[in-house]
């Protein structure tokens, strides 16, 4: 007899795409020459895993106690402290208002928002282009996922699209919750233009009179493209106090060590009796899920955000990366282009999605040519983070085999 409820009765028993980077390594440690397009970490071009060879150093020397004590449930005071500036110190207003507890990666953020911020069966809306694991996510903790169409035929964010689902999730749960991936967005590459920001606040304070939150998603946020990568805060400045306002923060992109699995959510919000009891909430929810975060983690992350030695040293070794992830991307779109491959505009980050009407179809074709990405609904994402520079005309011609 199955003991499990039956509501676990029928879950899936593998990630597809750890599933597809398992076969693809093990192609190729059988000798076969393999594209793996497939996995969301950053590889050097040998195939090795790109790391801050700083943060290594940092936790390393991290001493023992700290690494075997506990952690305050929501996280060191430090290593909140040292979040919420590295998030917010552009905008002094978002930055006065915030409160912030630690979490297991970005994905124990995006937990406490769905909880949190929504009642159970309600939904997320998010764009119908998303990371997979927000279904997951929603399905583990009885939420769903809602999409509204990502782009106008144009190639630009469609706001009016955002505009009237969150119209229907008003009317229909009496709030909404919206997670907005950006910038480089997963697993399209896309990011957001200052006016796109700027339509989609408008959108949202003219919702301002029910329960709206807006989570922004920033794991990926330091391998955008040219320009200051804060920016775009300022135009969130508007909904301080009408809207709700999250950050999902992650240390495992921006300090690559993706098993530390250090993370944070920030929230904003200027009245200080709805700080203090958002805060007693997210504290508790801490206690209930993962009780503590890793202490000698988050200290070690504290010294490479606050140390301006560190901090310097740390900002050095990823632009170094950033251009390395850079030169695929150019390389990328040198290729692509004359192949007519369609695809939203892309500038960098860790991913890009090609559109095509039979994905599953060409995934499979692909793989047999030895070149592995992963299919999605209508599209096939693409790790350039973790296919060198080399194989870019590969995997190009492969995407766009007939």
């Known amino acids: ?231 775009f805060l300022s135009e969130l400045v508007p909904l301080l106090g009408k809207t709700g306002l999250l950050f999902a923060w992650s240390g495992s992109k921006t300090f690559t060590h993706y098993g530390l699995r250090v993370g944070a959510l920030v929230a904003c919000e200027p009245d200080e009796k709805d700080r203090s009891a958002t805060q007693a909430a997210l504290a508790y929810a801490c206690r209930g899920t993962w009780s503590n975060c890793v202490r000698g983690g988050m200290v070690g992350v504290t010294k490479l955000l606050t140390d301006p030695t560190l901090k310097a040293a740390c900002d050095a070794e990823r632009e170094a990366l950033k251009r390395l992830l850079s030169n695929r991307v150019k390389a990328f779109n040198a290729a692509a282009l004359p192949k007519g491959l369609v695809y939203p505009r892309y500038e960098g980050g860790f991913f890009v999605t090609v559109f095509h009407p039979e994905a599953e179809a060409q995934a499979k074709r692909m793989q047999e040519m030895g070149v592995y990405v992963v299919p999605q609904k209508g599209a096939l994402r693409v790790a350039l983070c973790s296919a060198a520079e080399s194989d870019v005309p590969r995997l190009v011609e492969a995407l766009a085999a007939k």
């Open 1 to 231: 007899m199955l003991h499990l409820i039956p509501a676990r009765q029928q879950r899936p028993d593998k990630d597809v795409i750890f599933a597809l980077n398992a076969e693809a390594t093990k192609r190729k440690q059988a000798g076969e020459s393999i594209v793996n397009a497939t996995i969301g970490s950053l590889m050097n071009d040998d195939g090795s895993l790109a790391v801050l060879s700083t943060v290594s150093r940092v936790l390393k020397e991290v001493p023992a106690s700290e690494w075997a004590a506990y952690a305050p449930i929501p996280g060191t005071p430090g290593f909140v402290a040292a979040v919420i500036d590295d998030t917010l110190a552009s905008q002094p207003s978002l930055k006065s208002s915030a409160t912030a507890v630690a979490t297991p990666g970005g994905t124990g953020a995006l937990r406490h928002a769905l909880m949190n911020y929504l009642q159970s069966g309600q939904a997320v809306l998010t764009p119908n282009f998303y990371w997979g694991p927000y279904q997951t996510l929603a399905e583990e903790h009885e939420r769903k996922v809602d999409t509204f169409r990502m782009f106008t035929e144009a190639g630009a964010l469609d706001v009016a699209a955002l505009d009237a689902k969150l119209s229907e999730h008003l009317k229909t749960q009496g709030r909404a919750l919206i997670f907005l991936n950006d910038p480089c967005n997963n697993p399209t590459g896309y990011s957001m233009t200052r006016a796109e920001w700027k339509s989609v606040v408008e959108v949202l304070l003219k919702h301002a009179d029910q329960p709206v939150t807006l989570l922004v998603d920033m794991a990926y946020w330091l391998y955008a493209g040219e320009g200051d990568h804060r920016a």
